[in-house]
């Protein structure tokens, strides 16, 4: 079954710590993204790539970076730089970047999340 | 930039209709979709309106008018696992074309 996936599903970690956040997915999607959810507000877009070796900022890049070696996998890693890194973590893709174009949305997958926890 | 705004939290009853309204202000628009994201999960997506009207799917429908600024999910016959949190994220024109997601709609469903 194709989907998209993400490890673990709870992290803890002591602050000042770097932590990896593992996101992979087998739709053979070029587009991937990285958000962040807080309670009472919604997703924030962290980073996005729209092709392997390629990432842009989002939002809120600040504290965070990214890799794109490979077309199934885009990991974040949340440095000691991020002052308030707590919060769920949500990771998505689709199946190209930009609008939709004939019968495709362009919508995009979302991952489980990884609930993160900076002691 | 857009700015999004919806009902923070709504209540109904199993069996009846709920319309989540959204509206927003952008400088360019594409589309907008409708995601439902129960608690600790990840959204899943429910609709997509580019043209102006309503489009239905099964239970759910949603309306569009994009001269208004303005959505809404309508959801009939109300079941207990249609508890959820519901995103309008509207689809900017140009650059990434990355949605904006709104803060969300919390619904809550009593039997």
């Not at chain 2, 989540?20 to 999960?41: D, K, M, P, R, V």
């Amino acid at each position: 079954d194709g989907g998209i996936t993400q490890s673990p599903k709870y992290l803890f970690r002591k602050e000042g710590q770097n932590v990896t956040l593992s996101c992979e997915q087998n739709l053979n999607h070029d587009a991937m993204y990285w958000y962040r959810q807080d309670p009472g507000q919604g997703l924030r877009l962290i980073y996005y790539s729209q092709i392997v070796n390629d990432f842009q900022k989002g939002d809120i890049a600040e504290g965070y970076s990214v890799s794109r070696e490979k077309k199934e996998s885009f990991p974040l890693t949340v440095t000691s730089a991020q002052k308030n890194p707590t919060a769920f973590y949500l990771c998505a893709s689709s199946i190209f970047s930009g609008r939709a174009e004939g019968p495709f949305y362009n919508e995009q997958f979302f991952g489980p999340g990884t609930r993160l926890t900076v002691l | 930039g857009q700015n999004i705004d919806q009902p923070t939290e709504m209540t109904a009853t199993e069996g009846a209709i709920v319309q989540i309204n959204c509206t927003y202000q952008t400088s360019g628009f594409n589309g907008l979709f409708w995601y439902q994201q129960h608690a600790g999960e990840a959204p899943t997506f429910l609709s997509y309106n580019v043209l102006d009207g309503l489009e239905e799917k099964g239970r759910f429908s949603s309306f569009l008018s994009r001269s208004k600024g303005y959505s809404y999910l309508l959801l009939k016959e109300l079941q207990m696992k249609d508890s959820a949190s519901y995103l309008c994220a509207p689809r900017p024109v140009g650059g990434s074309y990355i949605p904006t997601f709104g803060r969300g709609t919390s619904l809550i469903v009593h039997p």
